[in-house]
């Protein structure tokens, strides 16, 4: 059973308009979220993460929303642009201890020119 | 940010060899770390959790004696691919918890063995 589903495999964005992934979670007990960014052939990248106590979390270009009750969350990017073409995970932790985190299968962003 | 290093970052062996790879936080004390696989075009497959002088817990399908881990230091993570044959032939990351900070993962850039 998936935990966290990014149920957007792929999406395509023009240059300068806003990108929205989307992740949702299934596990109450989730309360801390995180966006990693990849390359292909290369490790994810920490983007910008979010606690469960707050529902906004912005820096630069990119804003994480969290709406708990509907167990949504979003990552926006504005403006979009060419280098962000690569797959989003979403992850989830609950801080119970030495737990890994859980991730989504990934969306592939592509920003068009 | 926190920095995790990889290395090699890409190795070709022959069946039948072991093939060690070593996962370092580089500025920061790493309690935890965690080793994933990526085939092609899918997600990251969660191989393991590595914690500091004591044993590995695996995931379910993932076998102990094949993938050996050894976290002997609070920077060091180690995963030897034992006996490799071409099916191990994947891209295997590594990512470390900064000990004691929030739960955000930081992740190596990742080595490419490829099993002849």
């Known amino acids: 059973d998936q935990q966290v589903k990014q149920n957007s495999p792929s999406l395509s964005v023009q240059e300068g308009r806003i990108s929205i992934l989307n992740c949702d979670y299934t596990n109450s007990m989730f309360d801390y979220f995180l966006w990693y960014k990849k390359y292909p052939a290369e490790g994810p990248t920490f983007l910008i993460s979010?606690?469960?106590?707050?529902d906004k979390n912005e820096d630069g270009r990119f804003t994480v929303f969290l709406n708990k009750s509907a167990k949504h969350l979003s990552l926006h990017i504005v403006p979009s642009q060419p280098g962000d073409s690569a797959v989003y995970f979403c992850a989830a932790s609950a801080r119970s201890g030495n737990t890994p985190l859980v991730f989504g299968k990934g969306t592939r962003l592509s920003v068009i020119a | 940010g926190a920095v995790v290093s990889q290395h090699p970052s890409r190795v070709i062996c022959k069946s039948g060899t072991s093939v060690k790879i070593e996962c370092r936080s580089l500025d920061f004390q790493a309690t935890t770390m965690f080793w994933y696989r990526q085939f092609p075009k899918q997600s990251l497959m969660l191989m393991a959790t590595s914690n500091e002088g004591s044993k590995a817990t695996y995931e379910q399908g993932v076998e102990k004696d094949k993938f050996l881990i050894n976290h002997a230091s609070l920077t060091l993570s180690t995963l030897t691919v034992t006996s490799a044959h071409p099916e191990d032939s994947s891209f295997y990351i590594c990512?470390?918890?900064?000990?004691?900070?929030?739960?955000?993962?930081?992740f190596g850039p990742g080595t490419r063995l490829l099993v002849l």
């Open positions: 990512s470390a918890r900064e000990t004691g900070g929030p739960e955000t993962q930081y």
């Open positions: 979010i606690s469960s106590i707050k």
